[in-house]
């Protein structure tokens, strides 16, 4: 059976409208192109 | 192939290099190719109604390639389609700041952005979502599962409030509420894991009690098979063996057993009877001092048992407290219905004599009546298009007030829906109902008429 006080641990608050600005501005949009540049990079940096 | 490098526009050398990145340029082109291969499976998903799996997979689209637009703006508008409004402008916002021109994302947010009314209506289920998950904290379930509600009828694709008042029904024991309301989730979201799990959980648990009755009846006609006799074959050689068996094993009894024996075996059964006397005695001793004992455990189980319903009691009496404040508030907010509902989920047996049985009193008599009248008006006015919601309009205000100068025609009104639903059996309950506890009511006869047609 289901146990309901474990079950509610994992509901967390939804983001309000008003929380939409910071919600984009804290998005993370880091890619696979961006994580390879970075790595590129640390190569370069490490010769 | 183009000459210049995707990622930072400068030019590619003859190897389709980038000097300035230092990769290669095919490198990025099936980077793009698997993010649009994620993208695929994710519009199949979407068309499929598994959302859950369309996001998962949308996610990882975004994740290898963050201009893949369409991807982006799919995984928006499948997050809108859950509810999470919020979640559906951040991926448009960020969409429309990627590619700014012919791109959808614009077109979705302008939708949004000129229906004021709807993102009103999307914004306050959330902030009551948001209070039901307090309420549901602070194990008051009544006040969520009303929160819930409201916020489902706001956003009717709410999946995290379906989920939540699932599991506030679950907890409360109402499996058939709970299934019903786990079922619309299935429907919005085919393989949502939470709603799966809580559907499995509550049916098993179901389907498990009538399956142990079956074991057990199984196990009952197996032991019974066990028990059936069996027959050993016989042989000359068997029969003899038997009989010399008996014979040997007298002649070893008649010969151990001499009357010596016998007279130290008659001293030994004195020994034992007096053992026997003495433990009897001692066994008494200790039944006693168990009974003692046993009187004790039960004493101190009845005085916890006190302090349990004593403590379930004063939290009764809290939970109610908090609703009672929650009607209140509901009522500054001109959400009469929401504070009504409060009001009736109160035992009253349990305010009575405290400092809020006024105040619950005074609510009740200004919230309820307003509440009442205004549901039969509104049943009223759906008399002749919608026979459910009218009905449910009688319903609300029967429950809330019986006395009113209305009470009797929404009684009749509700029996005439009923009828129109070829409900009979609750048309004729609400017409008998009017003619013995309204006799003086102008629609009796009407009612009389209208029992004599369902006859």
């Known amino acids: 059976m289901i146990n309901f006080e474990e079950e509610i641990k994992k509901f967390k608050p939804c983001l309000e409208i008003e929380d939409a600005e910071q919600a984009i501005y804290d998005y993370n949009s880091k890619d696979m192109t961006d994580i390879l540049s970075e790595m590129v990079k640390e190569i370069k940096n490490d010769k | 192939m183009s000459n210049l490098c995707p990622k930072c526009g400068q030019g590619l050398n003859n190897d389709g290099f980038c000097e300035h990145c230092k990769i290669f340029f095919q490198v990025y082109e099936k980077i793009k190719m698997v993010s649009k291969a994620f993208y695929n499976q994710g519009l199949q998903l979407s068309n499929v109604r598994d959302l859950s799996g369309a996001i998962n997979t949308l996610q990882k689209s975004i994740r290898y390639d963050k201009n893949n637009i369409e991807a982006r703006n799919l995984l928006g508008l499948v997050y809108f389609e859950i509810g999470e409004t919020v979640l559906a402008l951040q991926q448009w916002v960020i969409s429309k700041h990627l590619d700014p021109t012919d791109n959808a994302a614009e077109r979705y947010l302008k939708d949004i952005q000129e229906n004021q009314a709807h993102l009103e209506k999307l914004s306050s289920a959330i902030k009551r979502y948001n209070q039901a998950l307090v309420h549901t904290q602070q194990s008051n379930e009544d006040l969520a599962a009303i929160q819930l509600k ?80 069996v027959f050993v074959s016989s042989s000359w050689h068997q029969v003899i063996l038997v009989a010399v068996g008996a014979v040997v094993g007298l002649g070893l009894a008649i010969f151990l057993i001499s009357p010596s024996q016998l007279k130290a075996l008659k001293s030994k059964n004195i020994s034992l009877e007096e053992q026997i006397t003495n433990s009897a005695a001692l066994l008494k001793e200790n039944a006693a001092a168990l009974e003692n004992e046993t009187a004790k455990v039960q004493e101190l189980t009845q005085a916890n048992n006190k302090l349990e319903t004593d403590l379930i009691a004063s939290q009764d009496i809290q939970g109610d407290t908090s609703k009672i404040l929650a009607a209140l508030q509901f009522k500054d907010n001109n959400d009469l219905v929401s504070s009504a509902e409060a009001l009736y989920s109160i035992d009253v047996t349990r305010v009575e004599g405290t400092p809020f049985y006024e105040l619950y009193e005074s609510l009740k008599n200004e919230v309820y009546e307003k509440v009442a009248v205004n549901a039969y008006n509104k049943g009223y006015s759906l008399n002749n298009s919608n026979y459910e919601q009218a009905i449910e309009q009688y319903n609300l205000s029967l429950k809330l007030v019986q006395d009113a100068y209305y009470s009797d025609k929404a009684l009749y009104y509700r029996g005439v829906a009923y009828t129109k639903l070829a409900q009979v059996e609750e048309a004729k309950r609400d017409f008998n109902s009017l003619i013995v506890n309204y006799p003086n009511s102008i629609r009796v006869k009407d009612a009389t008429w209208q029992l004599s047609q369902l006859q």
Do not use: G, M, W
């Open chain 2, 150 to 229: 409201k916020a489902i009828s706001l956003n009717p694709k709410f999946i995290k409030a379906y989920l939540l008042l699932s599991l506030c029904y679950i907890n409360e024991q109402q499996i058939q509420k709970a299934q019903s309301t786990l079922q619309k989730v299935l429907l919005i979201d085919k393989n949502n894991y939470i709603a799966r799990k809580y559907y499995d959980s509550i049916t098993d648990e179901t389907v498990k009690e009538t399956s142990e009755e079956q074991e057990r009846k199984h196990q009952e006609d197996v032991s019974f098979a066990r028990r059936v006799p």
